[in-house]
């Protein structure tokens, strides 16, 4: 088992549409989490961090459940510019700084 | 964007040959990183650098060795290359080693015939 799993998708959404991903992972003792977000053929670029209260970044909505080990991810009002791949990203031991990452969910925005 | 840039950006070379590529940073940032990033896997930790001279391997390092002289340069060497190592390589840079950000170079691709 993966220590992180995504849906690959592609999710395909109109514009306007609301879309959300989910991750889980496997390690219940994992200390922090976090989205990134990676254009095609480009480098990947933190998105938000997640945590436990749940936090907010415009249209952007991340949720941690540590019980059922899940973290997700709600995009509302999508736009053309948020096709992209979302990547889950979760920090095991919090010091470090080795994180592990979800092969990530494809998302296309259509007009 | 912060200053990172990785040279190579493409190279092609043959089985068995060496290989070196080349992150460096302007940020002075103490952590830096070098990742393979491979379709249906996501990104993997090769090798890490918490310091000058400092490195500790990833989840995939064998095949592949690194070096860290100065702050800004973070090498990494494929001894003898093949192909299961052709692959896109990112380097990243951190300020901490706590949390979980950090700054990406654009990436080499890497292609091993």
Redesign the interface.
Known sequence: RKE?EQDPGPFNVPEGATVAFNCTYSNSASQ???WYRQDCR?????LM?VYSSGNEDGRFTAQLNRASQYISLLIRDSKLSDSATY?C?V?PS??????I????TTLQVKP | DAGITQSPRHKVTETGTPVTLRCHQTENHR?M?W?RQDP??????IH?S?GVKDTDK?EVSDGYSVSRSKTEDFLLTLESATSSQTSVY?CAI?E???????Y????TRLTVT
Do not use: A, D
């Open positions: 992180v922090s989490f976090f480009k480098e990947p670029k933190l961090s990547l990203v920090n919090g010091n470090t700084g080795k994180l990452f979800g092969q990530g | 952590y990183y990742y249906g896997h996501g990104l993997r930790l890490y918490y990833g990112f951190s901490s080693n706590f949390g979980g950000e950090q990406f170079g654009p990436g």
